[in-house]
């Protein structure tokens, strides 16, 4: 993956970032949203979480210009808002993870 111009336009916005990421429930929501735009109720189900939590955790992601939204009828769909992002996520989780299954899935099943 080669990047023509950076994804954040100074240090403190990528230290923002990097702390946004730190959280594992935004990393997983981020790593959902890689397979295609969700309604808060989807993310919540997946990830075995109340719809505020998820929505709180969305409006930091929508607020650092890491996601965004639209409306599809009732429901607002939420998506990766750039494809460079897009990008650094998949690489992120391909090299990163041992499995395709997040870390907080993962302590789910095990009962921890």
Same mark, same amino acid.
């Given at each position: 993956?080669?990047?023509?111009?950076?994804?954040?336009?100074?240090?403190?916005?990528?230290?923002?970032?990097?702390?946004?990421?730190?959280?594992?429930?935004?990393?997983?929501?981020?790593? $959902?949203?890689?397979?295609?735009?969700?309604?808060?109720?989807?993310?919540?189900?997946?990830?075995?979480?109340?719809?505020?939590?998820?929505?709180?955790?969305?409006?930091?992601?929508?607020?650092?210009?890491?996601? $965004?939204?639209?409306? $599809?009828?009732?429901?607002?769909?939420?998506?990766?808002?750039?494809?460079?992002?897009?990008?650094?996520?998949?690489?992120?989780?391909?090299?990163?993870?041992?499995?395709?299954?997040?870390?907080?899935?993962?302590?789910?099943?095990?009962?921890?």
């Amino acid at each position: 993956m080669q990047l023509t111009e950076p994804i954040f336009d100074n240090i403190n916005d990528l230290a923002g970032f990097l702390r946004l990421i730190g959280n594992p429930l935004r990393l997983e929501i981020l790593f $959902d949203l890689l397979k295609g735009p969700c309604c808060v109720c989807e993310l919540a189900e997946k990830l075995e979480q109340r719809q505020p939590c998820i929505s709180q955790h969305l409006m930091l992601l929508r607020k650092m210009g890491l996601v $965004d939204s639209h409306h $599809d009828g009732w429901k607002r769909s939420y998506y990766i808002s750039s494809e460079k992002l897009k990008h650094c996520l998949e690489y992120m989780q391909a090299s990163w993870l041992s499995t395709n299954n997040t870390v907080i899935s993962s302590k789910r099943k095990n009962g921890n």
